[in-house]
């Protein structure tokens, strides 16, 4: 145990440290903790203030009540002439619109580059997100995992966002424009990455177009309504694609000469959705056949495919991957799916493609 001189000379010594030092320290701490430093000594008292990455977890508080009214105090009380460099806003259970309007205004006010916004909402017909998230000059990382009603989380027909390199929506809606389809990523420039999932489209839109020539990696999971749509990818520079969980949607593609790496992690959730997903399955590799050059399944997506290979009611289907060169197999220890069916379904799926070197990682 330390003595209290002890004490007192490793607390001096870390107060002496320079306000740059200790801002880089707190800016790694949640908003609770950071707030917290303020009663270590007076030299502490105002240093929070000028934290400029703010994290807004609502499970470092004892009830939800607690959390908005800490959140609201600290946007209050800190230094508004510092920018922000990110903010992360997390909550268990639902929040206010008005707290989540004050807090994307906020960000927005000052600057924030990266913002991460993880909540449910609070049923309310007709609510739709502060616009100026959606022209923000200053965002280059944008996270949107809002649950709610689909017509509470619509985006506008098209993204003003000219410094995004990096998009994640999740329960997100697209408007269309008057030809039926999408197209809201072609007006951000510096697009880089983008993950969509359990997204869906505004009165039935059948059409999302994902139109950029910038983009490099494009992750898609499921959609949230029966109705399939197709995508549209118009992405020349795009070197990675990711399809998980239940892809009933179709998938049209313009050239991809670039494209490296496919990875398929994708499950048939319902008795009734095992043909659809089978279906889905198989219009994805046709469609990627003469691009891909490493592809990796999961042990679910295995699964799927060790139901065709022993139908052989679809084995004129399979395509032959020109390019392939690596085939990647994450086996999970928990996959109900054996060597030697595994074995059968490799050999079912390069039939036409002899040349691959296989691998499996176990996971």
């Not at 991809?256 to 959730?269: K, M, R």
């Not at 089978?278 to 799927?304: G, R, W």
């Not at 289907?317 to 392939?324: D, G, K, N, T, Y």
Request: proline share 3%; charged share 20%; hydrophobic share 40%.
């Amino acid at each position: 145990m330390q003595s209290g001189v002890d004490r007192k000379e490793n607390m001096d010594r870390l107060s002496d440290l320079p306000d740059f030092v200790l801002l880089r320290i707190m800016n790694f701490m949640s908003m609770k903790l950071a707030v917290q430093t303020c009663v270590l000594s007076t030299r502490w008292k105002e240093l929070w203030k000028r934290v400029t990455n703010l994290a807004l977890n609502s499970s470092d508080f004892t009830n939800l009540v607690h959390f908005s009214k800490f959140a609201s105090w600290v946007l209050l009380n800190r230094d508004s002439s510092v920018s922000l460099h990110s903010l992360d806003l997390r909550r268990k259970g639902c929040i206010d619109h008005e707290l989540l309007d004050r807090i994307i205004e906020y960000a927005v006010a000052h600057n924030v580059q990266k913002l991460t916004i993880v909540v449910n909402l609070n049923v309310k017909l007709g609510f739709k997100l502060l616009p100026s998230i959606f022209s923000c000059k200053s965002l280059t990382f944008l996270k949107l995992s809002i649950w709610a009603v689909p017509w509470m989380t619509e985006l506008p027909s098209s993204l003003q966002l000219p410094a995004l390199k990096s998009l994640h929506l999740e329960h997100a809606t697209f408007t269309a424009s008057d030809n039926d389809c999408a197209e809201p990523f072609s007006t951000c420039p510096m697009l880089n990455t983008l993950v969509l999932d359990r997204c869906n489209m505004h009165r039935g839109a059948k059409f999302l177009c994902i139109c950029n020539s910038k983009l490099s990696s494009l992750s898609i999971g499921s959609t949230i309504q029966e109705a399939p749509y197709k995508f549209v990818l118009s992405t020349p520079n795009l070197r990675s694609l990711t399809v998980m969980r239940d892809p009933i949607y179709q998938l049209s593609t313009c050239d991809l000469s670039f494209l490296e790496q496919v990875n398929i992690d994708i499950e048939a959730y319902f008795h009734t959705h095992f043909e659809r997903t089978h279906l889905a399955l198989i219009s994805l590799l046709q469609v990627l056949a003469d691009y891909v050059k490493i592809m990796i399944l999961s042990s679910s997506t295995l699964k799927i495919l060790n139901g065709l290979s022993t139908s052989g009611s679809t084995i004129t289907q399979i395509p032959c991957f020109v390019q392939l060169k690596s085939l990647k197999l994450k086996m999970k220890s928990s996959s109900n799916i054996s060597d030697e069916e595994v074995s059968r379904t490799v050999e079912y799926l390069l039939q036409k493609s002899p040349l691959a070197k296989v691998d499996v990682i176990n996971c």
